[in-house]
């Protein structure tokens, strides 16, 4: 077993501050700790969700094909390959299914680092079993949400599909995560307007501000590279210092 920081909080649970008729939707845990498992699926399944849990990684990427889940909670160590494998793999098969990385690390690197491989989110362990529940509720609501009129986007040469979650520039096709277009609709909706990294925490994670909380200029930064010819100095998706962003086209 690892070292102990990497406990689950689960005191922080409160299952009488939450809504437990939810649809029985499926979430696949990929993790070794049997106690961080046990936690996990005791408040998952009481949300109502059906929950499949895998010890290794190779195990968790055949149930990701199998069990067709709605959301995935990845361990970044596995006994047998790390995270950023399976989450790398399960994306070959399965492009647009939110992944969340569940990690005793907490380095800036290894959280841009599981962006990269096309996580969704990351949460350092110990964490508090609310807001992981928060977020997976927002995953599950947003993902299963049909989508708006608005079907594409275009930044010069870029042309983004937020129905597809596909960016295309000449005959290249890239794939867009679930965050990622949920993030460009919003700025989208608001085009030319300033919207808070509060407003945006609030309304695409479904969770409260926190100062230290960099999951919006994560994002931001992965977008930026997909969009901007120069990320450095971006020409559409502009910072609002002190504030949020805008998207200006």
């Not at 006994?79 to 790398?88: I, K, L, R, T």
């Not at 529940?133 to 927002?138: D, E, G, S």
């Not at 040469?157 to 295309?168: G, M, P, Q, S, W």
């Not at 989208?188 to 999951?215: C, F, Y």
Request: proline share 4%.
């Amino acid at each position: 077993m690892r070292s102990g920081f990497c406990r689950l909080r689960t005191l922080d649970y409160d299952p009488t501050s939450v809504n437990a008729a939810t649809s029985k939707a499926t979430i696949l845990v990929i993790d070794d700790e049997p106690h961080i498992v046990l936690g996990l699926r005791d408040a998952l399944e009481f949300e109502g969700y059906r929950v499949v849990t895998a010890g290794k990684g190779r195990d968790g990427i055949q149930l990701a094909q199998n069990e067709h889940p709605d959301a995935v909670l990845l361990d970044l160590m596995l006994p047998d390959m790390n995270g950023y494998a399976v989450c790398e793999e399960i994306r070959r098969f399965r492009p647009h299914l939110p992944i969340l990385m569940l990690t005793a690390r907490s380095q800036e690197g290894d959280k841009v680092r599981g962006f990269d491989v096309g996580a969704d989110d990351y949460v350092t362990k110990p964490f508090s079993v609310n807001e992981l529940i928060a977020r997976v509720r927002a995953i599950i609501r947003r993902a299963s949400r049909v989508a708006g009129a608005v079907e594409d986007v275009r930044f010069g040469d870029i042309e983004v599909n937020l129905r597809a979650h596909t960016l295309k520039q000449g005959d290249a096709v890239t794939d867009l995560s679930f965050y990622e277009v949920e993030l460009l609709k919003l700025l989208h909706e608001r085009k030319g307007e300033p919207v808070s990294r509060d407003e945006i925490l609030q309304k695409i994670w479904g969770l409260e501000s926190a100062s230290t909380n960099r999951t919006v200029d994560n994002f931001i930064v992965k977008l930026r590279r997909k969009v901007e010819l120069a990320p450095e100095k971006p020409r559409y998706i502009l910072t609002v210092y002190g504030f949020g962003y805008k998207l200006v086209l």
